[in-house]
Structures are given as structure tokens and as C-alpha cells.
């Protein structure tokens, strides 16, 4: 939309709306356009972790097929990805569980 298209949307808001209203209607506008944008913007990052968990996801089965060994640096650097993803989760449980066990004794010695 072009400078002049603009001046012309905002007279005949002018003359529809009035000069009470059209601030209000511009804020409004302006509100829907800014919650349309990040709908978009969640909807765009949503897709593309899917694609990059679905390329991780055949990169694997391919390293599979060659029994891990002998792999492309891309099939090499998506396997190492999974495994530190693996790793991480694992690390975090097992963080979690000798606190939740130490709770479970101070609660049962009190």
C-alpha cells in the first residue's frame, strides 16, 4: 500500500467514522494486524521445527541403514544433535530424581 492510497483510506475513515471514532478504529485495526502477525510468526516457527525434526528424523533412519558407521558430516552432525538432545534429557532426570529422593526421606523422617 503506497503513501497516497493510505492518505486516501484515512479522509474517507475520516468522513465514514468521524473524528471521535477513527482513533479508536485505528487502534483496533492496528491491534488485529499486530495479533495477526504473531499468529503468523507462532504458525511459521511451529512448521519449521517440524521440518527440522522430520529431516532429523530421516537422517537418522539413514545413519540406521548404514549402521552408524561411515556417515556424511550431515548425517554425522544430525545423530550427534539427537544424542546431545538424549543426553540433556537424561542428565535432567536423573538431576531430578536424588532431589525428589532426598524430599521423600525428609518428609518420611519428620
Not at 5 to 10: G, Q, S, T
Request: overall charge negative.
Amino acid at each position: 500500500m503506497g503513501m497516497w492510497e493510505l492518505v486516501v483510506v484515512l479522509i474517507v475513515g475520516l468522513i465514514v467514522l468521524g473524528p471521535e471514532r477513527l482513533p479508536v478504529a485505528i487502534r483496533t485495526v492496528s491491534r488485529w494486524v499486530k495479533t495477526l502477525k504473531s499468529v503468523a510468526n507462532s504458525v511459521k516457527a511451529e512448521v519449521n521445527e517440524e521440518l527440522r525434526i522430520h529431516e532429523l528424523h530421516e537422517n537418522l533412519k539413514k545413519a540406521e541403514q548404514q549402521n552408524l558407521q561411515e556417515l556424511t558430516p550431515d548425517l554425522q552432525d544430525s545423530v550427534n544433535e539427537l544424542q546431545k538432545a538424549a543426553q540433556s534429557v537424561t542428565h535432567s532426570y536423573k538431576k531430578d530424581t536424588p532431589e525428589k529422593a532426598e524430599t521423600n526421606n525428609n518428609d518420611e523422617k519428620k
